[in-house]
């Protein structure tokens, strides 16, 4: 597949490759856009987890807690510091700063777990809800209702994404149905992913497309749907593991917004595989500022 077919077929990789500068330091030349012109937050997400995996033992993240503090020029290289907080028996704590020419862009916390045993329980699934294979592609989606949506303003929809979405109960996310809700369930994956075969290296990738649909839920509820939305910034976001996943396959994500006040809105997420098991939970706030 090339890239005039597919433009980003080789992005898993490129969000993979870290050059190890020193002991500690990684970076990255990879700057992954996102609709406002700057790197994408999922990507700081993402290489983060990567670089404080390379300064452990290969024991999968449990958790990871994230604060954007400064946009990112994606033509400029980005450094990844870790500090090794602790190494413990059965867990490894890092904190990974990320900048550009001296300036620090992001910085997060993260925990590292051996696998042990222990009681274990789940106490919410996703019967009901329809699959994938029921559900049509975003764009084919949009592509069917040309005439009852405003093109301008889903037009970025159109142009080629690194994840694919299908949504449950689209017509009520695009208001052509129903009162406006702060919830969203889709299902979503990364194609470029299929090309990365050790499962440890998916989790940054799930980390990199936790990042998408989840913070503008809090904005539901409060934005005019057309002819204009008011953006969301983020703010922090935290992330959550609990049984491996690939990000190439389809996952199911719950979103909803159970608060927004004082210039904050609140989202939190639940990720699950088709056979309907609970493998990622997230949290963002994100800035509401009109």
Avoid at 55 to 67: I, K, R, V
Avoid at 168 to 182: M, N, Q, S
Avoid at 254 to 261: C, D, K, N, T
């Amino acid at each position: 597949m090339t890239a005039k077919d597919e433009p980003f077929a080789a992005l898993a990789e490129a969000l993979l490759t870290l050059e190890q500068l020193d002991e500690t330091t990684f970076r990255s030349e990879h700057g992954h856009n996102n609709s406002v012109g700057m790197i994408f937050g999922g990507q700081f997400v993402a290489q983060a987890l990567l670089a404080a995996q390379r300064t452990t033992g290969g024991w999968p993240a449990h958790s990871c807690s994230a604060y954007f503090l400064r946009p990112g020029n994606m033509d400029s290289p980005t450094d990844y510091s870790v500090e090794i907080v602790r190494d413990g028996r059965s867990f490894a704590n890092r904190r990974v700063v990320a900048s550009q020419a001296g300036k620090v862009l992001f910085d997060m916390l993260c925990s590292f777990h051996q696998a042990e045993s222990g009681p274990s329980h789940q106490a919410i699934d996703i019967a009901g809800i329809p699959g994938p294979d029921d559900l049509p592609d975003l764009q084919d989606y949009l592509r069917s209702r040309i005439d009852r949506i405003p093109q301008q303003e889903v037009r970025n929809y159109y142009n080629p994404l690194p994840v694919q979405f299908r949504l449950v109960d689209a017509d009520r996310i695009f208001h052509l149905t129903g009162k406006p809700e702060a919830t969203r369930d889709f299902w979503i994956r990364f194609p470029p992913a299929q090309r990365i075969a050790e499962l440890e290296r998916h989790q940054p990738l799930i980390g990199f497309i936790s990042d998408f649909w989840i913070g503008p839920v809090a904005n539901e509820l409060h934005s005019p749907p057309y002819p204009e939305k008011v953006p969301v910034f983020t703010v922090s976001h935290t992330l959550s593991f609990h049984a491996p996943a690939r990000a190439d396959e389809w996952l199911l994500f719950r979103v909803e917004s159970p608060f927004a006040g004082e210039g904050l809105g609140f989202t939190r997420g639940m990720m699950f595989d088709r056979a309907g098991q609970l493998v990622a939970s997230a949290t963002q706030e994100v800035l509401m500022r009109r």
